[in-house]
């Protein structure tokens, strides 16, 4: 345990090193949720990578998710919503705590009712990552790829550059 715990402290202060340029030019941006969560697009695009990134603002009182940011806005537009009922794995991740790993074409299949819309665009596995702020969940920055694609040692990678990402959900809850 202690050697995973480890190995996860690098990543997270090699995903710090290559952050922080692009954090701080973000916060001097007129928008700078937007600009953050593009940073944090490219940092993972980099590593792990992904053909879809969408961030899910969660608003418990109204029992709903809203994307704030998408790699592919044609697809996945900036605005849309979905209610807790419409999504059960999010309702799992906001429950737990817990990333949501899948990682082949069946999970997506089995958890993901717009499962045919993503598999149309390659996207086979998938991570939900939820984002913290104290022990309140945001909300979720999702990655899909390949199947097979994402890995556990791409979990703390992932988990560094969404907690880097924690004031954009902040800010997106104090916005609305």
């Known amino acids: 345990m202690a050697a995973a715990t480890a190995d996860a402290e690098r990543h997270y202060s090699a995903v710090g090193q290559r952050a922080m340029p692009e954090i701080m ?17 490219e940092g ?13 603002i969660y608003f418990r009182d109204r029992g709903e998710s809203q994307r704030a940011y998408s790699s592919r806005p044609v697809e996945y537009p900036i605005g849309g919503r979905k209610t807790l009922g419409q999504a059960p794995r999010m309702r799992e991740v906001l429950a737990s705590g817990e990333a949501f790993f899948g990682r082949t074409r069946q999970d997506v299949i089995d958890k993901f009712p717009d499962h045919r819309k993503l598999l149309g665009m390659g996207c086979e596995s998938i991570i939900n990552m939820p984002v913290f702020w104290g022990a309140r969940v945001l909300g979720t920055v999702n990655l899909l790829h390949g199947e097979g694609h994402f890995a556990e040692a791409d979990l703390p990678v992932i988990e560094a550059w969404a907690q880097l990402a924690a004031p954009a959900f902040v800010a997106a809850h104090l916005a609305r």
């Open 25 to 41: 030019r973000a916060a001097r941006e007129p928008d700078p949720g937007t600009a953050l969560f593009h940073a944090m697009d």
């Open 44 to 56: 993972l695009a980099q590593s792990p990578g992904h053909r879809l990134l969408t961030v899910l």
